[in-house]
């Protein structure tokens, strides 16, 4: 199973086969086992029984989890959510969720097993907003962020200029720039770098 799921700030995946020697990104990633227990390692440090946590960015780790299902996701330290974490955080190499919380987002993360689809994964990501105490901040979108949100879900191309796109919606490229990061909640630089994944991510599983 390798079911993946795209959105604004992050890309998450859930799978019943994780294999990464260690590594470090500069992404803050999360952790929920569903079934069994990974083999996870901090630098040096090997977790005892980690069902569900945060690990910071820029840190070594190593994963090793088959024989189950976990779901994992990666996200942009510069988005809300990602700046949310980093406080929560509070500069250390990772954090563990506690154990209720942990049994509260497995039910609802179990309906993604079920079914892969948008919703669940969109109520899983609420809930889980919700028990660590983060409200995403309500936003009217100007319209030239709208539009480019759109050409972008409608583009098939991998090179992305930002000069080019506020030539095309009549914008300086540093107003583009700062109005996207204050109306989308996440630097347009790293919301294309997800967005460049997204479709190279297509392009594999389409095989092309």
Known sequence: MNQIYWDVSQISML????????????????????????DIQIGRKKLDKPICLFVN???????????????????????????????????????????????????????????????????????MYLNLGFQPRERQMDERITGLLKILEDCNCFDHSVDKYAEELDILTSRLSHLFSEQ??????????????????QSILEGS
């Open 15 to 38: 799978t019943d086969n994780l294999g990464a020697s260690t590594h470090s990104h500069g992404m803050v990633q999360f952790f929920l086992a569903l079934e069994n227990i990974p």
């Open 57 to 127: 960015k820029n840190v070594k780790h190593s994963v090793k989890f088959h024989d189950g299902i976990i779901f994992t996701t990666v996200i942009d330290p510069t988005s809300d959510i990602g700046i949310f974490i980093d406080a929560l955080m509070n500069g250390n190499e990772y954090y563990l969720i506690d154990t209720d919380v942990a049994k509260k987002l497995s039910k609802y993360a179990y309906p993604m097993i079920e079914t892969f689809d948008k919703e669940s994964y969109v109520t899983f990501l609420n809930q």
């Open 184 to 201: 989308v909640g996440i630097s347009l630089k790293s919301y294309l770098t997800i967005h460049q994944l997204e479709k190279a991510f």
